[in-house]
């Protein structure tokens, strides 16, 4: 069965500070995608990147960084020099290929991080 | 270009009571999923439909069912409430039921249950 774990519950970071966002999964597909969704106070989850199984390259996008490691089945997040709007809940969530009639998507528990101004 | 839509925002209901959530896809798309997110917890996957069919469902009782309109809206509709059924909860809209969708969210609807 598929699982996806965020051990850090909580994050505090001064503004300007790196913080990385760990993301540990579980499935027994050989193809899959895995994803990050932030979700600010307002509630709408907001999509930022989405990698499949096949793909290991890290990924760079402004101040956001992805580091996809399949040997420790890991898909860990950072943030360079993080700002107050930074803060929110962020949620890694995998689905798998073998849903081939839905993309359902498994989410882990979230880790909210607080950027302190 | 609207995005994904979902109404209303929050809801009062109460315990045994019935309730309806409708949510309207970002253009273009054609899937609608539906998910239930508890405090403090992640979304679960609750169904999904696409061509107006019930195409995969989570581990939800038979009290929680939809509908999707030829126009691709969507309806969730959950019977008997318990008061363990508050939550938020999440309508995600995609172009077709693929692994590798991108899924769009709405804002929710706060669902409490007294």
């Known amino acids: 069965a598929q699982k996806v774990t965020q051990a850090q519950t909580e994050i505090s970071v001064v503004e300007k500070e790196d913080v990385t966002l760990d993301c540990v999964y579980e499935?027994?597909?050989?193809?899959?995608?895995l994803f990050w969704y932030k979700q600010p106070p307002s509630g709408e989850l907001v999509f930022l990147i989405r990698?499949?199984?096949?793909?290991?390259q890290n990924e760079i996008s402004g101040r956001y960084s992805w580091n996809f490691q399949k040997s420790t089945s890991s898909f860990n997040f950072t943030i360079t020099a993080s700002q107050v709007v930074d803060s929110a809940v962020y949620f890694c969530?995998?689905?798998?290929?073998?849903?081939?009639?839905?993309?359902?998507?498994?989410f882990g528990t979230g880790t909210r991080l607080t950027v302190i101004p | 270009d609207a995005g994904v839509t979902q109404s209303p925002t929050h809801l009062i209901k109460t315990r045994g009571q019935q309730v309806t959530l409708r949510c309207s896809p970002k253009?273009?798309?054609?899937?609608v999923s539906w998910y239930q997110q508890a405090l403090g917890q992640g979304p679960q996957f609750i169904f999904q439909?696409?061509?107006?069919?019930?195409?995969q469902r989570g581990n939800f009782p038979d009290r929680f069912s939809g509908h999707q309109f030829p126009n691709y809206s969507s309806e969730l509709n959950v019977n008997a409430l318990l008061l363990g059924d508050s939550a938020l909860y999440l309508c995600?809209?995609?172009?077709?039921?693929?692994?590798?969708?991108?899924?769009?969210f709405g804002q929710g609807t706060r669902l409490t249950v007294v």
């Open positions: 499935t027994r597909d050989t193809t899959y995608y």
């Open positions: 990698r499949n199984s096949f793909d290991e």
């Open positions: 439909y696409y061509e107006e069919e019930e195409r």
């Open positions: 969530a995998l689905s798998e290929s073998h849903q081939t009639g839905a993309n359902n998507l498994f």
């Open positions: 995600a809209s995609s172009l077709g039921p693929g692994a590798n969708t991108e899924a769009f």
């Open positions: 253009s273009g798309h054609d899937t």
